[in-house]
């Protein structure tokens, strides 16, 4: 559906995005996964034309975009914060309403309703009501009420629960999960939350200072993960009795204005080795189907004995 | 003899409870978690004991701090405040959620840590190398300790802030979401680092969390917070793996465990009860897919398992008959 190829965006000498290409397929629920600042929220941005790129395109239907406006319509976008994104002088009703006035749509009411319907906010609880009378999951089903009323085929979700208790995290991704499957919707989930996109997602890409080095099907990326960066975010996730052995990363991630060279990580690598300070390893099939990661330790020359 | 043992705390806002009945102990060097969502009273609980709580909630019941090396146990709900001056930080301190607005942004790092000391140790000599020692105690360097606060990333923030809550060798460290604005690497690295400093220090700590993942991987013992009180407690491990009341149980299926099962659990119905108008028997009564009549009783916290409490009526529950909801209840 939305295809980015080798995306490039800067804010002054950061380059948040550095050189992304991404498949979204129609009807995918795809997860990028990364940190703070690995640029994941910029590149949701930039894929529907809110932020400039300095390189690269982004191609709905096989066609570099040109018209944002059409795009817009067809793929909308639900923020992290549900309390700094409703108007707190709009009735739910007029929120919701919102999008289809400012594209000219006749016959509006029956289209809210629905909407509403669809997030489990029944409209004749809750259209009449402010944001400040809802709670913050009810908050968010409105944020997405209002951006399914176009009917669009995708929704890009910037950290849709983060904000919300761990109870109500769970009726709206499972507002969101009900979508995909009655709306036939493509969902875009960029998350720090690496359960969330397993629990969730079809396939995931990782980020990490501007780059996606690591992409695959859930099960690759999670159970099979190939990338030491992907690696360290897996044994990162808190559970009982975690043994995390070497896995973890050293320090922190230097900020998108001072990129290493060679392999972005390998300043904090636990498996570095001669060429990663000189070489920037492109994505490399992991081996298993779909599956791809940015690590010289892939590329097929080299031979994994040699630095055991 | 426990390093702390709170009995019977209440916490009231305009008449009514917002922490009730709530009965807590923590032993030398142990890592207590503490568990709730947002409102459960969790934070509540942390600010009755450091004595910090605002105006307009007022505690009863007991909290009584032994630390080690005194005779006289603290009665810290009888303190004054002047008292308790002699009490936090030196015994007892608190490391905030956001670290940025609690350490004065406007002085080193270093020299925050020096007035901490100095306030309880008036007469100490140079301090240069033991702050170099703290600083090094939690990962940082000399030169972190000359930054200022805004100079440092979040998680060295953190870090400092440890360092802060460290520098008079507390017996118990109390962290409110120590690492809820940190990523998860830098997660990972902070809940190392309080391990480590058990295990060095034989520091006692309260994490509290909403995150039971990250409780069950620090801490030996579990109290689960609901609208106030107290649901259920017990060892780490075994409440994250058998959990004996509802609330815990629903709110570990909504926690998605990487490698597990995949798709989104049942969500808990509804939302926590408002404080001023509770609902009668069990709190949970109303989201709970189980509650049946009897649940118009409030039901105690008791001993369900070795060493596991739960407030609930149906309790010891049979991992299977969490399979067996009860429509025909009064939810």
Known sequence: ?308 | MSLLEIEGLEVRHRGQPIVAGVDLAVEPGEALGLAGESGCGKTTTALAIMKLLPPALEPSGTITLRPPGTDEPVRIDRRTERGMQLVRWRHVSLVFQGAMNALDPVQRVDRQILEAIRLHEPRAGKLGGRIKELLNTVGLTSAHGRAYPHQLSGGQRQRAMIALALACRPALVIADEPTTALDVIMQAQVLELLERLRTELGLALILISHDLAVLAEACDRLAVMYAGRIVESGPAEQVFRAPQHPYTKRLLDSLPVIGGARGVADPIPGTPPDPHDPPEGCTFRPRCPYAADVCLEEPALREVASGQRAACHFAPWEPESWAVRRPGGTP
């Open chain 1, 1 to 308: 559906m939305i295809a980015v190829r080798d995306l490039h965006v800067h804010y002054r000498a950061a380059r948040a995005v550095d050189g992304v290409s991404l498949d979204w397929r129609p009807g995918e629920v795809l997860g990028v996964v990364g940190e703070s600042g690995c640029g994941k929220s910029t590149l949701a941005r930039a894929m529907l034309g809110l932020v400039p790129a300095a390189a690269g395109t982004v191609e709905l239907d096989g066609q570099a975009v040109r018209e944002w406006r059409a795009l817009r319509r067809r793929v909308q976008m639900v923020f992290q914060d549900p309390y700094q994104t409703l108007n707190p002088r709009m009735r739910v009703r007029a929120i919701v309403e919102e999008p289809l006035v400012i594209s000219g749509a006749g016959d509006r009411g029956p289209l809210v309703d629905r909407a509403l319907a669809d997030v489990g906010l029944p409209p004749e609880r809750f259209a009449d009501r402010y944001p400040h009378e809802l709670s913050g999951g009810q908050r968010q089903r409105v944020a997405i009420a209002a951006a399914l009323v176009l009917d669009p085929e995708g929704l890009i979700c910037d950290e849709p629960v983060s904000m919300l208790d761990v109870s109500v995290r769970a009726q709206v991704l499972k507002v969101l999960m009900d979508l995909r499957a009655s709306r036939s919707l493509a969902l875009l989930f960029i998350t720090h939350d690496l359960g969330l996109a397993w629990a969730l997602c079809d396939r995931i890409a990782v980020m990490y200072l501007g780059r996606i080095v690591e992409q695959g099907s859930a099960q690759q990326v999670i159970e099979q993960p190939r990338h030491p960066y992907t690696q360290a975010l897996v044994a990162a996730v808190p559970a009982p009795d975690r043994d995390r052995g070497a896995k973890l990363v050293a320090g922190e991630p230097p900020d998108a204005a001072h990129i290493p060279p060679g392999c972005r990580l390998h300043p904090r690598c636990p498996h570095r080795f001669e060429p990663c300070d000189r070489e920037d390893p492109p994505l490399f099939d992991a081996g298993d189907g779909d599956h791809r990661a940015a690590c010289l330790l892939l590329r097929p020359s080299e031979s994994p004995a040699a630095h055991a």
